[in-house]
Structure formats: structure tokens, C-alpha cells
């Protein structure tokens, strides 16, 4: 009985610590893309040519509060989702996500000499 409370503990201490794991890669992988979030139009509002400077200010500043919202309403819905699952169901879902990060990032690493 001790065994088992035990073993449990340290699949506990482990699942914790995959998901601390996760949650800092997710960190990484989206503070990159905030970085970049740049003053400048997007699609296709660049293509007007006659936007004064206040009306630009104004769409960016609208299109970068659309974003965070999305992202807000995303991470939401990840947490609601992650709350009906059981511990190994969200060890699954974490393992499959730092799966996904290494394959996305072995994509976009270039070989040496190129």
C-alpha cells in the first residue's frame, strides 16, 4: 500500500514537472511571436495608400488588441479543456505538444553549411 502511495507520488512529482515543462516551452514559443508584433499595418490595410498616421496608430493598435484577445480566448479554452482531463490524459496531451515543438523546431533549424 505504502509502494503504490510512493509511486504515485513520484508519477505526481513527474507529471508536474512535464507540465511546468510544457508551459515554459509554450512561454518561449509564443514570447518570440510577441516580440515581433511590430508598429506597422498588416494585410491588407498596407495596400491603402492614402492612410494618415492617426488612422494608422489606430488600426495597428486595433489589430493588436484583436490578437491578444484571440490569444486570451485560446489559452481559456486550453485551461477549460485541460481541467476535464485526467492526469494521464494530460501527460498525453503534454508529451504530444513537446513532440510537436521539437519536430517544428528540427523544421525550421537549417544544416550546418547552409
Partial sequence: MQKSKWVSGIGA????????????????????ARARQSRRLVQPWTQIKDLNEDVKTKIIDIHRKSVEE???????????????????????????????ARTRRAATTRPAGQ
Avoid: C
Fill in 70 to 100: 484571440r490569444a486570451a480566448i485560446t489559452a481559456k479554452e486550453r485551461q477549460d479543456i485541460m481541467a476535464l482531463l485526467t492526469d494521464d490524459q494530460k501527460k498525453q496531451v503534454n508529451d504530444y505538444e513537446v513532440q510537436r
Fill in 13 to 32: 512529482l513527474i507529471l508536474g514537472a512535464a507540465m511546468v515543462a510544457g508551459q515554459q516551452q509554450r512561454q518561449a514559443t509564443t514570447q518570440p
